[in-house]
């Protein structure tokens, strides 16, 4: 009973809420609604794969860079765009998992590394293609058929549908077989393969997986936006992305939720103390490192855990 | 190309390729006793060229006093590093939570330089005068010799220390089996902590060394860490001899891709020779065991 109504309670807030946000604040939300599409495939890997990726930027800027191409030189619909945005870093995903996978730990966390860097350079440099430097612009407005998102709010909408069937696909695939032969890879990558696992191709379908998220997300950025430049698909921001899923916690869909939502809305918590954004935030990546090992969604949950138990007895 | 372009490329390359070495030889030495990245390296760097700068160019100190004050102060700094953030953690066989602390640490100290000395850059007089040397036409700085000066004798101490001392050959256990060093009566977590003082302190060395040429800027450090990072895998993770050879590959690669080819291209070359590196040979050139996980 309770596991059903909570949900509910959930869409519907998400639905009603908006409408009193003023713009800024809309905005916002969206950027938090993409940064959930972008987060939800690497918190898989991370978190049940147990390897860093550090290419998140890469299947982001392809997604991106794909749809705002596509629409703007060629005049394919918004829609069709966004789809080939998201085949296409998920083609990236698979092609570049041949080579890459075979890696472990620290040498995949390199050569994603590499990828990461490479990407961004060819952006640079390909100006025919990409624009180089100026990137670019005059992205149109995300429209579905016939129907054009003009608004934050219509777009907030969308954005948060995409967001939440990410995020619930993500959940039904942990509770799959291949998320339960994730988590045996995580424990023991031998073990798992002694059980029948390919954790090869396992990892494989989890990348591409990244990869179409990530493709999707940047798609949804540059139609947001309306106008992209190499600099916001950086390594930087791969970095940033491993990051703030640690300070969420990457076993959890909260954790992927309050990672997105924290690095949105973290730059402007504390007003007129900018200068020390940096170091408050790096002062909370360390206490939530130290103190709860699961992120803070690992931390709420076991509090709540705890809190039903108390109640129950 | 002429041959003296080529030997200029050759020299910038070795120059730069000698602090990426030093950058590699840092890394090597955290991960030989905990097996963890530390993502503050190149921070470490910058902390030194930022100390030696300030000391010299604003307190006016005198060299000899404005290198080792620097070296000391972030020597001091990985020591409050390790002790504050490092040596309480748990212990965790991914060692996620260790290599996230470290790009904690990265952010703390980035957020504290910013507040400390501001975005501008910081130079620092080359050690020995301007004047550039000449071979066959080209040119080298004097500030060269002092790094690879440096770099060599960081190495044959450190050689030395892992091969031949009592204290190495423990580090070395605790990155082999944390469980049966301690067993051995190793102090696995008094070795940890030196750990992080010495690269802290080749760190802060490299620093004071490259200042001159590169200036002091807030912006070197995460540079430096993936470069640092990138030619410790190259040369083999774990490997001295390996993180010296990685520095001056990928250094080389980079000053010829970027006169042979362009200098847009320079990173995406240099980047994706160390990729197939790691096709061909996972565990680096030097590398011996295949690290896992």
């Known amino acids: 009973m309770q596991r059903k109504i909570l949900p509910f309670l959930g869409i519907v807030l998400l639905i009603i809420y908006p409408l009193w946000l003023n713009e800024f604040l809309v905005s916002v939300s969206i950027i938090t609604g993409i940064y959930i599409v972008l987060l939800t495939g690497l918190a898989l890997f991370l978190g049940y794969g147990g390897q860093f990726s550090f290419a998140q930027a890469v299947f982001y800027g392809l997604g991106a860079y794909t749809s705002a191409i596509l629409t703007t030189k060629y005049h394919v619909p918004v829609i069709a765009a966004f789809l080939a945005g998201g085949v296409l870093a998920g083609a990236v995903g698979y092609i570049l998992s041949a080579p890459i996978l075979r890696l472990r730990g620290y040498y995949l966390a390199v050569a994603t590394l590499a990828v990461c860097q490479i990407f961004h350079v060819l952006v640079v440099e390909q100006f025919n293609i990409t624009g180089g430097p100026t990137g670019v612009y005059d992205i149109p407005i995300f429209s579905l058929f016939g129907f054009e998102f003009k608004t934050a709010i219509s777009y907030h909408y969308l954005v948060w549908v995409i967001a939440l069937a990410s995020l619930l696909f993500a959940k039904n695939l942990m509770n799959s077989r291949i998320g339960r032969a994730l988590k045996g890879i995580q424990s023991s990558e031998e073990a798992a393969m002694v059980l029948g696992v390919n954790a090869f191709n396992l990892k494989t379908k989890v990348f591409v997986l990244t990869g179409v998220t990530g493709g999707l997300a940047g798609s949804l950025y540059a139609h947001y936006v309306s106008y992209i430049s190499p600099g916001n698909f950086t390594l930087e921001l791969s970095i940033w992305l491993v990051v703030i899923l640690s300070v969420g916690g990457v076993r959890t869909i909260m954790g992927v939720v309050l990672g997105a939502a924290f690095t949105t809305v973290f730059p402007f918590l504390l007003g007129k103390y900018q200068n020390f954004n940096m170091l408050v935030f790096g002062l909370i990546l360390v206490l939530v490192l130290k103190y709860m090992p699961n992120g803070i969604a690992g931390f709420l949950e076991e509090q709540v855990f705890r809190l039903v138990k108390r109640t129950r007895i | 190309m002429t041959e003296t372009q080529l030997l200029q490329f050759i020299f910038s390359g070795i120059t730069i390729g000698c602090i990426y070495a030093l950058v590699a030889l840092g890394f090597t030495i955290i991960f030989n006793t905990t097996s963890i990245v530390n993502f503050a390296q190149g921070d470490f760097v910058m902390l030194g060229a930022m100390f030696a700068a300030t000391f010299k160019s604003l307190f006016h100190f005198p060299l000899i006093m404005a290198v080792s004050l620097s070296v000391l102060s972030v020597a001091t700094i990985g020591l409050i590093m390790e002790r504050v953030l490092i040596h309480s953690l748990k212990d965790d066989p991914r060692l996620f939570a260790s290599v996230m602390m470290t790009m904690g640490a990265s952010i703390i100290i980035n957020a504290i330089s910013i507040l400390v000395w501001g975005a501008d850059p910081l130079s620092l007089e080359a050690f020995s005068g301007e004047t550039p040397i000449r071979i066959h036409g080209a040119t080298l700085v004097p500030q060269m010799f002092w790094i690879a000066g440096g ?143």
């Open chain 2, 151 to 293: 770099i060599f004798l960081v190495m044959i101490l450190l050689v030395i220390f892992f091969r031949f001392t009592w204290l190495g050959q423990g580090m070395l256990a605790c990155s082999m089996n944390k469980d049966a060093a301690a067993s051995m009566g190793i102090n696995v977590k008094g070795m940890i902590f030196l750990s992080f003082i010495f690269s802290a302190t080749i760190g802060g060395l490299g620093g004071a060394l490259v200042a001159p040429i590169t200036m002091a800027t807030l912006d070197m450090g995460g540079i430096m860490t993936l470069k640092g990072f990138t030619a410790a895998i190259i040369g083999g993770l774990g490997s001295v001899p390996g993180a010296f050879l990685g520095g001056i590959i990928l250094g080389l690669i980079e000053a010829l891709s970027c006169g042979i080819i362009s200098s847009g291209y320079r990173d995406a070359i240099a980047l994706s020779i160390l990729v197939l590196v790691l096709m061909l040979k996972p565990s680096g050139i030097m590398g011996s065991k295949i690290i896992r996980k």
